[in-house]
């Protein structure tokens, strides 16, 4: 061991017999520590009891992109990377695909346990009462140009919202966080559908309080002259399925991004703008978006191979391929691709684009180079197909995944509340810029 490392040594129970532990000696000073380890895990803070000398900060631990990193404990959400299991409060995903409904996974989320028939109904009655928004929210709306991007404008409108219910920054207050919850879940379809009519140029939709959570939003996109919307019951089921399929996955980036600004205390509606604007990126909600524009400019399946050398060469990305956490399999792209070919019988619509992902996605997985770095399918690869197949443009498809995320991003926020060791977050640094310089030296080091 050289003077500067940390050796880590694991022995099988720490020395009160209650815990396993690691012992961790420094190889700078000689100390030597038992750490104890909870849950597969030891506390970074533990690391500061090593120090070079009485000054010195201690030993941080150095984690970009906390790709190593607890930051929270959670009984939400269970993922086994390698299995490809996703579990929402200990049910299977398959299972709640299945047999729930959106509103119910919400509810067992946010309370822990299914709801009774009364809790149910209680539940997707209030939802139901809380589907409008304030007129002015409409004029808010018209203000963003004809070709505003609908993520952005939902952005800007759930961080509105704040602005229409202040009390909700009592976040002590246990009857405000419930009915922020309750309004967030119920106003993000009206918003979002607002956001797609304007940038439609065409006259908003008010809820319908009739229809179920799926059918409602189908409402507010597509009604046209007819009194009354009749959605497709088996349209409504499917959209309800991936509404399940992207309520909650732990601690992915925009959960994380809930978790550390509403550390802060800031009222949810906020906590959760954070959370909109962390999935509009590329890399996370925006990955579906992209895969439909990857489809149409691979154009034929004829294109796939010379695609695929480009990926290999490093030129760019198979978007809706790979995943931080699933090293296997996607369980949630393999529910989607069951629905794909079911929602193109109900609309009858023949995409070509799926012929190009199905052997997009038979040469990827026959490929050293995919298989190698575990890349397999995730959940955006198929499920912009069927936004397309329900005619959802895709500039929307982002704001799809963001609706049914609202009720994971609320319970990772309730969590977070409730936890006593939730702290402000406040991750530190390695600082690697100048120290001590003088200013009017470094003036005229630039010739001023
Ligand atoms: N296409 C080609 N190569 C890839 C891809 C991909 N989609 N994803 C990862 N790699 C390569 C990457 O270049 C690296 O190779 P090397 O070891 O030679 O440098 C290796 O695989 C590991 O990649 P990474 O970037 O370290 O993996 P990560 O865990 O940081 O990234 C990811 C995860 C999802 C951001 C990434 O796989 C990716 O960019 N995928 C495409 C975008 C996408 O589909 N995102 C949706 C994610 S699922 C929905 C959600 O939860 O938001």
């Known amino acids: 061991m050289s003077d500067d490392q940390v050796q880590v040594v694991e022995p099988p129970v720490s020395e009160n017999g209650d815990s396993n532990a690691v012992t961790v000696t420094d190889g700078r000073t000689g100390k030597s520590e038992q750490l104890a380890v909870t849950d597969g895990t030891v506390r970074a803070s533990e690391l500061r009891q090593f ?5 010195d900060f201690g030993l941080m631990t150095y984690d970009p992109a906390y790709t190593n990193t607890a930051s929270c404990r959670s009984a939400i959400t269970f993922i086994d990377g390698d299995k490809g299991i996703l579990q929402h409060r200990g049910y299977p995903i ?56 609908p993520m952005g404008m939902l952005l800007a409108t759930v961080g509105a919202l704040s602005t229409f219910y202040p009390d909700a920054k009592n976040i002590g207050d246990p009857e405000e966080r419930r009915m922020a919850g309750i309004r967030m879940i119920a106003k993000m379809p009206t918003l979002a559908g607002f956001a797609y009519r304007h940038s439609q140029g065409m006259p908003y939709v008010y809820p319908d309080n009739d229809l179920d959570y799926a059918g409602n939003f189908l409402q507010m996109m597509f009604k046209m002259t007819e009194l009354k919307y009749e959605p497709d019951p088996r349209l409504a089921k499917a959209l309800d399925t991936l509404f399940i399929l992207h309520a909650d996955h732990e601690q992915n980036c925009s959960t994380a991004a809930v978790r550390a600004v509403g550390s802060s205390q800031v009222d949810p509606y906020s906590a959760v703008a954070a959370g909109v604007a ?31 050398s480009s990926v290999k060469a490093g030129n760019e990305r198979l978007m ?25 019988e109900v609309t009858g619509t023949d995409n070509p ?26 959940v955006d690869f198929y499920s912009g197909l069927i936004y397309e197949a329900l005619q959802i443009p895709r500039s929307m498809f982002t704001v799809m995944f963001a609706i049914p ?8 926020w309730l969590e977070m509340l409730d936890d006593p060791e939730t702290k402000i977050a406040r991750p530190r640094q390695i600082y690697t810029g100048h120290r001590d310089r003088d200013f009017l030296e470094g003036r005229k080091a630039v010739g001023r």
């Not at 809790?119 to 009655?125: A, F, P, T, V």
């Not at 962390?278 to 925006?286: F, S």
């Not at 190009?356 to 575990?374: G, N």
């Open 51 to 55: 120090k070079t000398d009485p000054e």
């Open 94 to 149: 398959e299972q709640l695909c299945e047999h729930a409904s959106y509103l119910e996974v919400a509810y067992l989320l946010i309370h822990g346990d299914l709801p009774n028939e009364k809790q149910l109904e209680n539940w997707r009655y209030e939802i139901t009462m809380h589907t409008f928004v304030h007129e002015n929210l409409k004029v808010f709306v018209q203000g963003f140009r004809y070709d505003a991007h």
């Open 405 to 412: 995320r609202t009720s994971g991003w609320i319970a990772q």
């Open 320 to 344: 809706g391929f790979g995943h931080r956490v699933y090293k296997n399999f996607d369980p949630r792209a393999q529910i989607i691709k069951k629905h794909v070919g079911e929602v193109l």
């Open 278 to 308: 962390a999935l509009y990126g590329p890399l996370h909600g925006g990955a579906n978006e992209a895969v439909l524009r990857m489809l149409a400019r691979i154009k034929s399946v004829e294109n796939i191979p010379d695609f695929l």
């Open 353 to 378: 684009l799926l012929e190009i992902a199905v052997e997009l996605e038979k040469q990827a997985l026959d490929d050293e180079y995919f298989t190698s770095r575990k890349l397999y399918p995730n």
